[in-house]
């Protein structure tokens, strides 16, 4: 009978009617079997069950049972409360550490007692909800109820079904729904809550006038459309998904191609993307849409922490793998489905019907996820590219030739070529590229000879005597032009320190640094030069003696046709040559390196020291030649001094070429930038291997292996994804991007809808945004929950409409005005008696005052302002706050570069979540710091002296003028204006300290930075 | 009550989330502290205590030793060691290690001496900190789970190896507030050289409420970040332009009616007012005595960063602040090392490193003991790991520097509640790794909690549906070194 009337209440009802009373024998209706069942479930099985059971026993079957521990048997029939299974839990041994209470004692008794048997087959831990733990009939796992028949009858004040059901529980309560608000509360509500930007006074004013539905419609639709709309809610869902643009860990390096993900977010919510296209996106835009979109909207997964500086060990590597799949699955299951499958890694989840073989189902299904940086292309951009490329080389091939001849005639005109910096007669060679790093920081970065750009990466020091090596740095040119064969590499350098091993001075490379040949220290003989290659091809020792000078010399290695190589240091041999092979490199197909053996940077190939010139050759000189270089320090290839001794005619020429390599190269540059754009995303590991479920997490007990697959119980079948066990990461992650959308949607669309409520109201319907299981909270209006979620879904899951239903409802636009009742019965506001009182978030505060200010710059998207300083030390990043931000921060907050762990003073304080982890929720914190930020943060000084400069204009300071600012100060940061004993104040603090001391008083008010 | 007045459910104290006693945790057991006495809300409202959770410590100070001490050289004496000075380490074991290179075994570049009363054995690496032998509880059985300094950092400050977990400082925060309201109760001073690796992560609040993070107290004219302006204004201009936000808020009010939220932001301008005169006098250290200045080191070159920490650590301890945090070591690579790390050499570092803090921090014990705040004043002295007996260098080969240690290390705790001039464990006989009673940062953790009157694991806080504790599953009080 009791069974019978369970299931004419909607699940929700009798879950927390479960949870709500009191004790286990009165709580349950369950006939005897299915309340032991449910108490072994939830206080034995955990770890009495399973493949290796604690003691070797196992109680979640009748032959279990019979065979009892490994210490022998634990109950025969007949033998009651004499049994040792009574008596190890009479005496409290057992469990061993929550005790049953009397009452599990008594059901325990009356079971042993009634000599009942256990079933053959094991009971399913996950099967029933219970006290202990949530089963697969837990009320967020199942189909959403159907609507009831409204009871709440005729009431004006109900607007919407939202209204209805909100007014069923205050009335259930006693309570009554407040009034609504004033037009002034209301606009500013509505507009800060969809925008994240207040409205202007003069808005204000012709709502006050008009404040009728068919006008608050109008502005909402206006709202929604908006491309502030998408910029505030984008940066919800950022705290949710744990949006930083840095590493974290150790080195905490940033992600300057980051950004994409965040305005992808922002583009889809301003479209209104159906929420489950915008959810498999994330999951498989790489593979749905291989191009910048879905890129962009992928690196959610790769969104989080990294940890780039593993150790050497294979331990820490496997626990650093475990540890990042365990952080994208906790986040992926709480972010779209309200379940935490974390925490199944290690053990069964110990509260909702999650197995570890879920877990590692789904750890399979992203397990081919690796970070990196993508480069999405356009074809029809590309073979534009390349036509600009040849017309490129045509312009090049002709300046190339031209300053040759320069430089010839120069070497015949100049007498003295040491004491002027040009090349010398004796040799006659002039050099292919050449830099000189004793010219000043401004003008090293750059060939001498061919004007080829070079890159410099690291630590940049400014030193006259050369360019800084500290073993982190590098620099890297341009593609070389031409090809190259024989070659003679060149430069003075001074090694510092004389240990080091393993450093290139001059590398020529192919740009991915597969092939290279390189002047390199120390690598395989401790202090000898040697001629470094790919996997040392090319290489034998040269037997030369083991450098020893720490001050500049000058080394030269010479690559002749035949395959010779040979090296000369300060202009003699330097040990013995030898016979290989030469290696040649194509046009545009490679780039010099200096200080780098090879790409891509990293382990032993960085040199240090000091780099002062260096000069390579596309042909090999003769020894004479390379004496004579190494005689004249002071020598180099200057082809502007080249170029005076040339005719004006000449000049001309050259100049008009030089000029069409400008707009060719930067035509180029824009060509490049939309054809390849480069995105922090997924990079797929092509061969992403098996996965096992690990034993206790441990990474060194692989347990038997699973396929990728999702949460068995969400769909109450086997849930591998049918993949075979080496399919690709991208089918992976297409079967699992549909296995969300499609297997639950019930819980997909209740998850979103309570989100958004969430951010509507500052509590959702479930206070714990992320955990629909067992330990999360239970809805305090499951059926307005689950008629939000039906509606969401029928209307093609839509976020705009779930907005409008929302703002346009009465609840919404009721005030915030406290009452004795509601405080009385409902002091946290759980049932909405009124609009809750909230405290504006950090971005909320900063862009307000931006915008009020006048000095918002509304640019959409692109690369995020920078308000910190980088200062990398020894590999690791520090982002350290500006001491003031400079205009070009004036831009909304969610556009804010946003670093792992240091991060603004100002939003810190206001409970900006730092990107470690998902924030499903806020902290809201009242503290002295805030108040110290907010009086006295530079910002807040710069945004004072912007309003007043703004009211202000051109207008010379009277009284009468005096008191136009103060209106005019009201106006715009509280829309309104002041009253009399306000204007009395204010304008005796105007008087006597300026304008702008009220300015900072208005933004340190709760009128300004609370909601109502 | 009265029917014309709204009820203040929640007290005024909950809103205001400064000294209050943590709250806000959903579906939380949380313990609560006041004053020494316990009591337990949520979900064991039966819980009594028992009377050995009687708190002994009110508040801490932490000297974090950046880059990883040697303990072989410090507190852990190895006359085995010196035995096989020059020997191989056999072993086909692949040790996890930093840097992986496994040099001949090396003794110790520092004697070791029996001190004090209790003949606790200390190297003269460390001559002043050994003078107060006798207050010491070292314990050298320590183990850890990362030979990487960052994660080992973390591991240490939080019992996680990753960002976005709490620190202890942070935990202290949340479960017992500060003492005094116009401080905070979680202050980091940081080595005058720079912050360690990991930065603000270090001491983050993690999912705490973000007053539970670390506050940054730096040297210098402005201490605290944007305590006054940085514009220039009048004293009288910043006192009417607070008048004036007053009197509005007091307006709005009115107007709304009574609203624990509006009335807490109130009072936090209140609180902000006494910090901005509480945290220039607790910095100013010019009036301290001559002979504490000495005791401390402050006026000494090479001691006055550590020295006036040490010193300024006391003051804060003294008005209220419940946790302070000092580091010895700033960035972790770069030569010369500006941490303990010494891979290189360590004669050459650990003698730099030890002079910079050997004095203040003796000096901070001396004071400490000499006001009677040593009995309910909790001292540690803690390194992220140890380092190798072998030398880093190639095998046959006894080089100067050593790796890094995960398997064994020593750190020491002094003050309230522990027994003193005593030692927890034991390493094997070369200090390769630990023998006998291995304790991990967990059950430091939980010991630093139970002197603190918490039990470890009843201190937790709802996080993306796990009660986070700060001791994650593990954690065993060292009942053998509380007195």
């Not at chain 1, 040990?575 to 053996?597: E, H, I, T, V």
Request: proline fraction near 5%.
């Amino acid at each position: 009978v009791f069974r019978s009337k369970l299931f004419a209440f909607p699940c929700w009802f009798w879950i927390s009617a479960l949870l709500v009373s009191v004790a286990w024998s009165e709580r349950v209706g369950f006939a005897g079997e299915g309340e032991i069942h449910a108490l072994l479930a939830g206080r034995c099985l955990e770890c009495h069950s399973g493949g290796v059971p604690q003691g070797g026993l196992d109680l979640s079957s009748s032959s279990g049972l019979a065979k009892g521990s490994d210490s022998g048997s634990v109950w025969e029939l007949g033998q009651g409360l004499k049994s040792t299974l009574w008596r190890v839990v009479e005496s409290g041994e057992m469990p061993p550490k929550a005790k049953l209470t009397e009452d599990e004692k008594k059901v325990l008794q009356s079971w042993i007692e009634s000599d009942a048997p256990l079933p053959e087959t094991p009971i399913d831990r996950f099967k029933i909800t219970s006290a202990y733990r949530a089963g697969y009939d837990w009320w967020a796992l199942r189909p959403l109820a159907s609507a009831r028949d409204p009871h709440w009858g005729e009431d004006p004040w109900v607007r919407n079904e939202i209204d209805g059901y909100v007014l069923d529980g205050l009335r259930a309560r006693g309570l009554n729904p407040n009034g609504p608000a004033t037009a002034r509360s209301l606009l500013r509500r509505v507009h800060l809550d969809l925008t994240g930007l207040p409205p202007s006074y003069d808005e204000v004013v012709a709502f006050e006038q008009d404040p009728s539905d068919a006008a608050y419609r109008a502005i909402v639709e206006r709202l929604l459309a908006s491309p502030a709309y998408g910029e505030r809610w984008a940066r919800h869902w950022l705290d949710v998904v744990r949006f930083g643009e840095s590493d974290g860990f150790e080195r905490n390096y940033p992600r300057p191609n980051g950004w994409h993900y965040r305005d992808w977010v922002i583009r889809a919510l301003n479209d209104d993307v159906a929420y489950d296209d915008f959810v498999r996106m994330q999951i498989a835009g790489d593979g749905i849409e291989p191009n910048e979109s879905g890129y962009a909207a992928a690196s959610f997964l790769v969104a989080g922490i990294h940890n780039t500086v593993v150790g050497s060990s294979d331990r820490m590597k496997r626990i650093a793998r475990q540890d990042e799949l365990e952080e994208k699955v906790g986040t992926l299951s709480q972010a779209f489905l309200g379940l935490t499958a974390q925490c199944a890694r290690c053990h069964e989840h110990k509260y909702d019907p999650i197995s570890m073989e879920s877990y590692y189902q789904l750890a399979a299904a992203i397990q081919g996820v690796d970070h990196g940086e993508r480069e999405s292309r356009d074809p029809q951009i590309e073979q534009r590219e390349r036509e600009r490329m040849q017309a490129r080389q045509v312009w090049s091939d002709q300046a190339m030739q031209l300053d040759q001849c320069a430089l010839q005639l120069a070497a015949q005109r100049d007498a003295a070529p040491v004491e002027r910096p040009i090349a010398p007669t004796a040799t006659g060679a002039t050099p292919m590229a050449a830099w000189n790093f004793e010219l000043p920081n401004d003008q090293r970065w750059t060939d001498t000879v061919g004007g080829l750009r070079a890159q410099f990466h690291g630590n940049q020091v400014d030193d006259p005597r050369g360019l800084v090596l500290d073993g982190q740095s590098y620099l890297a040119s341009d593609p070389i032009p031409i090809d190259v064969g024989a070659k003679t590499l060149t430069a003075w350098v001074t090694v510092d320190p004389l240990d080091q091993a393993g450093g290139g001075v001059v590398s020529l490379q192919t740009l991915n640094g597969a092939t290279f040949d390189a002047i390199v220290y120390g690598e395989r003989e401790p202090a000898q030069w040697m001629a470094g290659s790919d996997g040392f091809s090319r290489t034998q020792s040269f037997q030369g003696p083991a450098e020893s000078v720490s001050g500049p010399v000058h080394l030269a290695i010479r690559y002749e046709s035949d395959g010779t190589i040979t090296a000369f240091r300060n202009g003699a041999p330097y040990g013995q040559s030898y016979s290989n092979r030469l290696q040649s490199f194509g046009a545009n197909q490679a780039q010099w390196l200096f200080g780098l053996r090879h790409g891509p940077p990293g382990g032993n190939r960085f040199f240090r020291g000091l780099l002062h010139r260096v000069a390579m050759f596309d042909s090999a000189l003769s020894d004479t030649e390379i004496e004579q270089l190494a005689g004249a320090r002071a020598l180099h290839w200057d082809l502007r001094h080249a170029w005076t001794l040339m005719s004006e005619s000449d000049r001309e020429l050259r100049e008009q070429i030089r000029a069409s390599l400008v707009q060719i190269d930067s035509e180029l540059a824009a060509l490049r930038a939309q054809a390849k754009k480069k995105i922090y995303t997924v990079v797929s590991n092509p061969n992403p291997g098996p996965t096992h479920i690990l034993t206790r997490g441990d990474v060194y007990s692989e347990a038997e292996r699973v396929r990728a697959g999702g949460i068995t119980s969400l769909d109450g079948a086997h849930s591998d994804f049918g993949l075979a066990e080496d399919a690709s990461d991208v089918q992976r992650r297409l079967a699992l991007a549909d296995w969300i959308v499609r297997t639950n949607r019930s819980l997909l669309a209740r998850v979103m809808v309570n989100r958004v409520w969430h951010y509507h109201f500052g509590t959702g319907i479930v206070d714990t945004p992320n955990d629909f299981g067992f330990n999360g909270g239970r809805p305090t209006h499951p059926e307005l929950l689950d008629t939000l979620a039906s509606r969401f879904l029928d209307e093609g899951m839509r976020l705009k409409s779930l907005h409008r239903w929302i703002v346009l409802s009465s609840t919404y636009r009721m005030s915030t005005s406290p009452t004795p009742s509601g405080m009385q019965v409902d002091a946290q506001n759980r049932y909405l008696w009124r609009y809750p009182v909230r405290k504006l978030d950090g971005e909320s505060v900063r862009d307000s005052m931006l915008q009020i200010a006048g000095v918002l710059r509304r640019a959409i998207g692109g690369p995020g302002f920078v308000d910190v300083d980088f200062r990398e030390i020894n590999g690791t990043t520090y982002y350290l706050p500006k001491p003031m931000e400079s205009e070009d921060c004036f831009r909304r907050t969610v556009y804010r570069f946003n670093p792992r762990c240091e991060r603004s003073p100002l939003l810190d304080v206001l409970d900006c979540p730092d990107p470690s982890a998902t924030a499903p929720r806020r902290a809201n914190t009242t503290t002295p710091l805030q108040a110290l930020s907010l009086l006295n943060n530079p910002f807040v000084f710069q945004m004072s002296d912007a309003l007043v400069g703004r009211v202000r204009g051109d207008s010379v300071g009277s009284s009468a003028e005096d008191d136009r600012v103060i209106q005019q100060l009201f106006q715009q940061v509280l829309l309104r204006l002041p009253n009399d004993d306000e204007f009395v104040t204010a304008r005796e603090l105007v008087r006597q300290h300026g304008a702008t001391a009220l300015a900072r008083a208005l933004w340190n008010t709760n009128e300004f930075l609370i909601l109502e | 009550m009265r029917s014309n007045e709204a009820p203040q459910a929640m007290h005024r104290r909950d809103w205001l989330h400064w000294a209050q006693r943590g709250i806000g945790a959903t579906a939380a057991m949380v313990m609560l502290a006041q004053d020494g006495t316990l009591r337990s809300l949520g979900a064991n409202p039966n819980g009594t205590l028992a009377p050995e959770m009687a708190p002994k410590a009110k508040r801490a100070i932490q000297i974090c030793l950046i880059g990883g001490l040697s303990h072989l050289d410090s507190f852990d004496p190895k006359p085995g060691l010196d035995a096989l000075h020059g020997k191989t380490l056999s072993t086909d074991e692949k040790p996890d290690i930093f840097f992986g290179q496994m040099g001949l075994l090396r003794k110790s570049d520092w004697a070791f001496r029996q001190r004090g009363q209790s003949g606790l054995a200390i190297s003269e690496l460390f001559p002043q900190i050994a003078t107060q032998a006798d207050l010491l509880t070292v314990v050298r059985s320590m183990v850890t789970e990362s030979a990487n300094h960052t994660p080992a950092q973390f591991f240490e400050n939080s019992g996680f190896e990753l960002n976005g977990f709490p620190s202890v400082g942070s935990w202290l925060s949340y479960g017992l507030g500060s003492i005094a309201e116009d401080l905070p109760a979680y202050v980091v001073l940081p080595d005058g050289r720079g912050g360690p690796m990991g930065g603000a992560s270090n001491w983050s609040n993690g999912f705490l409420p973000s007053q539970h993070q670390g506050v940054l107290f730096h040297s210098g004219e402005h201490p605290v970040r944007d305590l006054t302006p940085m514009a220039s204004i009048s004293g009288d201009a910043d006192r009417a332009t607070r008048d004036m936000i007053a009197f509005l808020n007091r307006k709005n009010l009115e107007s709304h009616g009574p609203e624990d939220v509006l009335t807490a932001r109130m009072q936090s301008y209140e609180l902000a007012a006494r910090m901005q005169l509480s945290v220039p006098e607790v910095t100013q250290i010019d009036g301290e005595s001559r002979e504490t200045r000495d005791l401390y080191g402050v006026d000494a070159p090479e001691t006055a960063d550590m020295g006036r920490r040490c010193l300024l650590g006391r003051r804060l301890l003294e008005r209220g602040v419940r946790f302070v945090q000092l580091y010895s070591g700033g960035p972790i690579a770069g030569a010369p090392r500006s941490s303990w790390d010494a891979h290189e050499n360590v004669l050459e570092n650990h003698t730099a490193e030890s002079l910079r803090i050997d004095r203040p921090v003796a000096g901070l014990l001396a004071d400490l003991k000499a006001r009677g705040m040593l009995e309910d004043t909790l001292v540690l002295f803690t390194t992220e790991f140890g380092r190798t007996p072998f030398a880093q260098s190639e095998a046959d080969k006894i080089g100067p520097g050593r790796d890094h240690n995960r398997y064994a290390f020593s750190i020491w705790m002094a003050g309230a509640g522990l027994k003193p001039g005593t030692v927890h464990g034991e390493t094997d006989e070369i200090g390769w790794k630990v023998a006998s009673d291995p304790v991990t940062w967990h059950d430091i953790h939980a010991t630093i909690l139970h002197l603190f009157g918490i039990d470890h694991e009843q201190l937790v806080y709802y996080h993306n549906g796990i009660h986070r504790r700060l001791t994650n599953v593990h954690g065993e009080v060292l009942r053998g070194i509380l007195a």
